[in-house]
Structures are given as structure tokens and as C-alpha cells.
């Protein structure tokens, strides 16, 4: 290892034990300051799980960074991953028994632990309860090793014993410690064609952890208790008024006993409303009406400095609303009064609860309309609410996040809001075309619903170019391997369903990178369809050794192939024919080998001497990002790739999609002014930047011309300091567009990293 690598290893070794103690710092203090009993739970839950991290990093039992962290388990267990990728010392499928493993035990009349469980499930009434299960499909895998015992059972009945044999020798050394069994359900598998982001139980479960709105609900008080009992004070104060000034004349006794008929009610209701605490106050008019009446039913005189005090109170309510009963009073008074009867947030919400409690809770809603419509006469009768009112909102967008449809339809209506969003469905949707290899229909449900549990595990922090498992590395999975069909229809769905994903994420999200969940799952895709797609993730540049796998460099030559000779080569000064051949020299080198190489030293050499950081002298995660972002450069981070292999053509256009890009770079550029930690939307505004610049290297001649030619246009629509900030990117486009360099005269290649001061930040 060279000094440099040494020097790499050595600050990643520092920044890998920094971050877990600097969250468990942040933990600590939320659980000791935080005023929230259920948020000091959470915190504490926190410190022990980032304890844990710390402590196994100590002794040895744990090695972040690489597949198998935990020592003594295999990589296909799933572990318990918590920020940032690291893993503590348990797995996902072990703790104490659930509540359906203590059912299965009670009713299989077996001891209530795992290990008896397991032999249960493999004795014949065991293997005929886990058939009933397949044949229904009434089952739920959260995570990926319930679904073993499934398989197990279905291997046995296909008449494959060896391989159900192989796969429990497998299984038995972790039987006493992992749930292999299955999740009963009352539901059915969901239709694979439609996807939910959240689950009616999880919508359920976010309105019911809403509580009422304080300020609305004091506001509210105010209005229908307060305001009306000081109005009655008023008026009796008023009574004592003869010549147009408090206390100009006493009245008789019938006044007093009003006065104290009104001090007992507002006992009771000082009692009852608790939010208001204005008539508390002896400076408020309120309070000072009620104190004075207070003094006065006790048979003791006003004090001067009283007096005054009620005579101002009382002429100002007067001069502000009016006489109690006076027109302008009276409509004052009965606007209040409906805005007051208006129901509250948090009353609908629990009236969306309602409705939401006679679904299945567990799936999404194929049609949210009827839970989010208006308060019809039947519920208004049932809960007090008025008939006709609408739900709020902020409640509507909770329910709509339930909604079950196709992926395009809810990036239609907004429940999709971000690629980040998307790539957390693309499971459920990848899940269904890799389970359609199965020809069986019990295995297809079965290895469907495993592939979402699959894609719920969380990825692990990886150093030196490890790869994250894969579903098919999972035991069952591999024992199932040779009942998947291989032919040419079955690559052509998965083809299909690539290239409409990819169309659907550059489509919408034009100008954000497509986040590493994303594609992962594109690159699932490209294998079952067989495209000869190289897609890569996105690098962290805190911990990047400096080196690339060959994915990159195959990436890279897809994008020479695209681009040769495009505004898209000029601008950031690439020369693609270098890196085709490049490309074809180290393949032809990797066949001469007897091994796979696992980097591509050209490529990293090439994104390192673009950056300016080929003498390898210093470690920066600023010098790290310069490098991955030329390779990111060099690649268009699978935009080339999708467009090259997989064939998506976007509906709206390129022109179209390069326009909003570049609306994306002056949204991001306007929220640097005045902020003291710019550089993270800069980068952010460079990504978009380059996206735009693809777009338009796909544009005819002439549209990429008025394109570019309009850009003045959508800039003048921002404000004007963004105009002076991006004049130099722009003047850079433009000369490169024309065949020149971008970074003559006035003109600067728009970059997101850099090791000095940004000019955008200046």
C-alpha cells in the first residue's frame, strides 16, 4: 500500500468511528433536553443502538465497511443498519418471538422458542400449514429470512427433497436465533401492478399521532367562551353608566346578585377552559372587569387606581367593537362565532381515522376519494361535525400518500415528490417483473413479496469497492435459481419495464441525480433484460479510496458512443475518442486475465488528472468530490446509458427537459444569497447544470440554438442577483455552442466541487 492509500485508509478509519459518536452525542442531548417524553424514548433507543456500533467497533465484533460486518454471520443475514450505513451486532429477524411465532408454537403445542418452531415446520402437519399459506398467499415477509421456510415447504411439494434438504442444512444453525417462518395475514398478496408509498396502517397511524393545533384551539376558545363572557361583563358594568361613565350611579341589589351569578360561572368556566389566559391577567381588560366586580360584590369600595383602570377597560372595548347588542357589535360578534364553529384540523382527521379503520391496513387504497370527502349527514349526526365540511388539506395529502395505483399515475397526481420518493417504490414494481420468471404461481407470489422484504434492507457503508448482497446471493433464493424461466419474452418485459422507469425518472425529475436506491434497482432491470447496461451509483466522497470499478469506465465509453463531437464533449472538454479507446484496451487486457479486475486504474487515473488531483499528495473529501465528480463527468451518471442501451425518449422532449433543468440551476442559485453555507446547493446547481447540458447535446442544431437562446428569458423570472451569479456559466455555454472553450474571456465551467473558494459563492 502506498502512502498516499495509507493516508486515505487512515482518515476514513478516523471519520468511520467520528460519525457513530457524534450521533450518539446528538441522541444523548435530545434525550436529556428534549420536552417530549415519546421523542426522549426515541433518543434513548438511539444511544442504544449507536452504543452498540461503537462498542462492537472496539472489540472486534463488528468491521464497518465490509458485507459481513457482524463476525459470525453470513453475509445473507440481514442486519440491523442504522445511519450512514453502519451496522450494530444483531440482525433484523432475531429478538424475542413475535406474537404470531407464540400463536404458531400454542397451536403446533410446541415449546414457545424458534429452534422448536423450526423442526415443527418441517414435520408433516408443519409442511401442510406452510402449503395452506403458499396456496393463499395470506402471508407477510418484512423481512427476507421469513420467507425461508416457504420455500423449504414448496421445494418438498415440487418433489425436490435434496434441495429442501440442502437449504435447511443451511438454515438449522441459526434456527435457535432467526424467524424462518412467515407472517400470517388476513389479506391476500397485493396486486403487483399497483404501488403505495405508504400503507393505510401508516396513514392511520400519522393521524393519530396528531394532536390538536394549540394556537388554533386557544384562538378558538377565545372566540366561543371568552369573548361572549366578556361581553356580559361588559354590558354589566355598563349598567352602572347613568351619565355616560362607570360607576356614575350604583345599581340596586339585582345587579349584584347578577354579579355574582356571573363570577360563579366563571369559576366553572375558568375550570373547564384551561388554554385561554388572558382573563388570569389583572392588566387585560377581561381581568380587569372581572377583578372589579369581584371587589364590588364583596362589598369593598373601588380604590381610585381601580376605578380608572375599569373606566379605561370599558371604554376601550367600547370604542373598538361597539355596545354589546349595537349593530356593529352584533356582526362582529356572529363572524366570530363562525369561525369558531368551524371544526378543527385535528377533529377531521379523527373522523379520516374512522374511515380508514374498515380497510385492510397493511396495503395501500386503490381510491382515497371517499376518505377524503366532505362530512356527510350520516357522520355529521354520528360526531357533531357539520354536514358538508371539507377536509383540510394538510390531512388530504397524509390520506393521498395511501393511494395504490400505477407508479406513473401517482408521480401524476404528486404523491411522488422526488427521485429519492420514487426509488422507494421501484422495489414493489421490480418485484413484480423478477417474479414473473417463475413460472409456478405459489413460487412468483413467493418470491415476490421476498424481493420487497429483500429491498427493505438497508445498505451497509462499504469500503474498498465491496459489492452490497444481492437477493440472489440469499440461500432460498438460490435454491429456487433453476425454476426460473430464461426466455426471450421474460428479458423483453423486464426491458420494457427498464426503460419506462427510466423514462418515468428523467421525465419527472429532470434535473436531480438519480439517487443510488434508484439505480440499483435499474440495474436489476438491466440484468433480467440482458440490456448490457453499466449503471453506477454515487460515490461518498468522505470515504473514497480513489479508486473505480470497471462499470465505470464501460459507463463512460456508452457515453462516447452518445456524445462524440456534441455540446456536451466541448463544453466540459472531454476527449470521448480517448476514453472509447481507453475502454477497448483495458477490455482487452481483462481477457488475458485469469481473474476479474476489480478497478479500472485508466479511469480513475483520467478522472484524477481532470480534477488537477493526479499527484495523489493530498486526502480531502473536497479533493475526493473534485474526482468523482469528472467521473460522474464522464459517465453523465447513467444518463448515457439509459439513453444509449436502454432506449428511453422522454414524452415532453429534450429541449423540454433541458428548459427545466435549467429553471432547477436558478431555483437552487437563488437560495445561495445571503446563506452562509452555500457550497451544498451549488453542488447541487452544478448536477442540474450538466443534466441541462445533456439534454441540449441531444437537441437538433437549431431547437439546442433557440433553447440556449431563450435561457435569458427563464432567468429574467428569477431574481436578478441570480442573473449576475450564472452569467459566466452561461457565457461559457454559449461559447462552447458556438465551438469554442467555455472558460475563455468571461465565460466559467460551471463545477460543483472545488478545493478553493467557489466563484459562485462570491
Known amino acids: 500500500m502506498n502512502e498516499n492509500a495509507e493516508q486515505q485508509h487512515s482518515a476514513g478509519a478516523r471519520n468511520l468511528t467520528a460519525f457513530p459518536e457524534a450521533m450518539r452525542d446528538q441522541a444523548f442531548l435530545t434525550w436529556l433536553t428534549h420536552g417530549e417524553s415519546a421523542t426522549r424514548t426515541r433518543a434513548a433507543g438511539r444511544i442504544e443502538r449507536w452504543q452498540a456500533v461503537l462498542s462492537g467497533m472496539a472489540d472486534g465484533r463488528l468491521t464497518i465497511g465490509s458485507r459481513t460486518p457482524v463476525a459470525g454471520l453470513p453475509a445473507w443475514v440481514t442486519p440491523e443498519v442504522v445511519r450512514g450505513g453502519f451496522a450494530t451486532a444483531a440482525a433484523r429477524a432475531e429478538g424475542p418471538l413475535q406474537p404470531y411465532e407464540h400463536e404458531a408454537a400454542s397451536l403446533a403445542k410446541v415449546p414457545a422458542e424458534r429452534r422448536a418452531l423450526f423442526a415443527y415446520c418441517l414435520t408433516e402437519p408443519g409442511l401442510a400449514r406452510l402449503y395452506a399459506l403458499l396456496d393463499s398467499g395470506r402471508y407477510e415477509i418484512l423481512v427476507p429470512e421469513e420467507a425461508a421456510l416457504l420455500v423449504v415447504a414448496w421445494l418438498v411439494r415440487a418433489g425436490d427433497v435434496a434441495g429442501a434438504l440442502d437449504l435447511v442444512e443451511v438454515l438449522e444453525p441459526w434456527a435457535d436465533r432467526l424467524r424462518f417462518m412467515p407472517r400470517p395475514s388476513a389479506l391476500p398478496a397485493p396486486d403487483v401492478q399497483a404501488v403505495h408509498r405508504r400503507t393505510v396502517g401508516d396513514v392511520g397511524a400519522s393521524l393519530s399521532a396528531r394532536r390538536p393545533n394549540s394556537a388554533v384551539e386557544t384562538q378558538r376558545e377565545a372566540l366561543a367562551v371568552w369573548q361572549p363572557f366578556g361581553d356580559e361583563l361588559l354590558a354589566h358594568w355598563l349598567e352602572t353608566a347613568g351619565t355616560g361613565r362607570v360607576l356614575d350611579r350604583i345599581p340596586g341589589d339585582a345587579w349584584q346578585e347578577r354579579g355574582e351569578r356571573l363570577l360563579r360561572r366563571y369559576r366553572v368556566l375558568a375550570a373547564a377552559h384551561t388554554r385561554c389566559a388572558k382573563h388570569r391577567d389583572p392588566k387585560e381588560n377581561l381581568g380587569i372587569l372581572r377583578g372589579a366586580l369581584e371587589e364590588s360584590v364583596a362589598g369593598r369600595p373601588l380604590d381610585p387606581r381601580r376605578l380608572g383602570l375599569l373606566r379605561h377597560a370599558v371604554e376601550s372595548m367600547v370604542r373598538r367593537r361597539g355596545h354589546p347588542g349595537s349593530v356593529r357589535h352584533s356582526e362582529l360578534r356572529a363572524r366570530q362565532a363562525v369561525q369558531a364553529a368551524r371544526p378543527s384540523h385535528h377533529a377531521l382527521a379523527q373522523l379520516v381515522l374512522r374511515r380508514l379503520s374498515g380497510l385492510p391496513q397493511r396495503t395501500g387504497a386503490a381510491d382515497v376519494t371517499p376518505l377524503v370527502s366532505d362530512v356527510s349527514p350520516r357522520e355529521a349526526a354520528e360526531t357533531g361535525l357539520p354536514a358538508g365540511a371539507a377536509i383540510p388539506v394538510a390531512v388530504r395529502r397524509v390520506v393521498e400518500a395511501a393511494l395504490s395505483a400505477p407508479i406513473g399515475t401517482l408521480v401524476e397526481r404528486g404523491v411522488v415528490p422526488s427521485a429519492e420518493v420514487l426509488a422507494e417504490l421501484v422495489p414493489q414494481l421490480v418485484a413484480a417483473t423478477d417474479s414473473q420468471a417463475y413460472q409456478d404461481q405459489a413460487l412468483r407470489t413467493l418470491m415476490a413479496a421476498n424481493y420487497r422484504a429483500f429491498r427493505n434492507r438497508r445498505s451497509l457503508l462499504l469500503l474498498d469497492l465491496a459489492r452490497q448482497v444481492r437477493a440472489e446471493e440469499l440461500p432460498w433464493v438460490g435454491a429456487v435459481a433453476e425454476y426460473r424461466a430464461h426466455d426471450q419474452g421474460k428479458e423483453e418485459v423486464a426491458h420494457t419495464a427498464l426503460r419506462q422507469l427510466g423514462e418515468l425518472a428523467v421525465q419527472a425529475f429532470p434535473g436531480t441525480l438519480l439517487p443510488n436506491p434508484l439505480v440499483r434497482e435499474l440495474g436489476v432491470l438491466a ?176 431547437e439546442q440554438a433557440r433553447m440556449i437562446a431563450h435561457l435569458d428569458e427563464e432567468m429574467a423570472r428569477h431574481p436578478a442577483h441570480v442573473a449576475v451569479r450564472l452569467a459566466p456559466a452561461l457565457t461559457g455555454l454559449r461559447q462552447a455552442a458556438a465551438g469554442g472553450s467555455p472558460e475563455a474571456g468571461e465565460g466559467r465551467r460551471l463545477l460543483g466541487w472545488t478545493t478553493k473558494a467557489h466563484w459562485l459563492a462570491r
Open 527 to 702: 440484468r433480467q433484460a440482458d440490456a448490457g447496461a453499466p449503471f453506477v451509483e454515487e460515490l461518498a466522497s468522505d470515504i473514497f479510496m480513489g479508486a473505480f470499478t470497471p462499470k465505470f469506465l464501460a459507463a463512460a465509453r456508452v457515453a462516447a458512443e452518445l456524445l462524440g463531437g456534441t455540446l456536451y464533449e466541448r463544453y466540459y472538454g472531454i476527449d470521448y475518442a480517448a476514453v472509447r479507446n481507453l475502454a477497448i484496451t483495458e477490455a482487452s487486457e481483462s481477457l488475458r486475465r485469469t481473474h476479474r479486475a476489480r478497478t479500472s486504474p485508466g479511469f480513475a487515473k483520467l478522472c484524477a488528472a481532470r480534477a488537477g488531483e493526479s499527484d495523489g499528495r493530498t486526502w480531502s473529501v473536497a479533493a475526493n468530490g473534485k474526482v468523482i465528480e469528472q467521473a460522474q463527468i464522464l459517465t453523465t451518471h447513467n444518463l448515457a446509458t439509459l439513453v444509449g442501451r436502454v432506449g428511453i425518449s422522454p414524452e415532453p422532449g429534450w429541449a423540454d427537459l433541458a428548459r427545466r433543468c435549467f429553471t432547477a440551476v436558478c431555483l437552487t442559485i437563488a437560495r445561495t444569497q445571503g446563506n452562509p453555507r452555500p457550497l451544498p446547493m451549488i453542488k447541487d446547481a452544478a448536477y442540474a447544470w450538466r443534466q441541462m447540458v445533456f439534454h441540449l447535446s441531444l437537441c437538433g442544431p437549431a
